[in-house]
Nanobody
């Protein structure tokens, strides 16, 4: 069973930056594609960014392109989400998830999920 733990969330002013981390518990972490998702209060969970197991291929939601960057360090079993130029509409609970398929925007394609880390952006 893969376990994922997110960290790095917090309260930041609009225009600020945060870096989220997603730490995997097993050595097979490097075999999975990873995605970041978010869920704002009262809304459905939505895709934010994803990367292949090697980190070579990346995918972003239109709403975060040019502001967020996903990367991974398989030697540390960790995937990162660098978030710059944050906006109030980025406020949400952010989750990382893993899939044995390619990184995709589809929530149901992911097999393992973390508990989430809260990001709040004040205006």
């Amino acid at each position: 069973q893969v376990q994922l733990v997110e960290s790095g969330g917090g309260l930041v002013q609009a225009g600020g930056s945060l870096r989220l981390s997603c730490a995997g518990s097993k050595g097979t972490f490097r075999l999975y594609a990873t995605g970041w998702f978010r869920q704002a209060s009262g809304k459905e969970r939505e895709f934010v960014a994803g990367c292949s197991w090697s980190g070579t291929n990346t995918l972003y939601a239109d709403s975060v392109k040019g502001r967020f960057t996903i990367s991974r360090d398989n030697s540390k079993n960790t995937v990162y989400l660098q978030m710059n130029s944050l906006k109030p509409e980025d406020t949400a609970l952010y989750y990382c998830a893993e899939t044995l398929t390619s990184a995709t925007e589809v929530v149901s394609s992911y097999n393992y999920w973390g508990q989430g880390t809260q990001v709040t952006v004040s205006s």
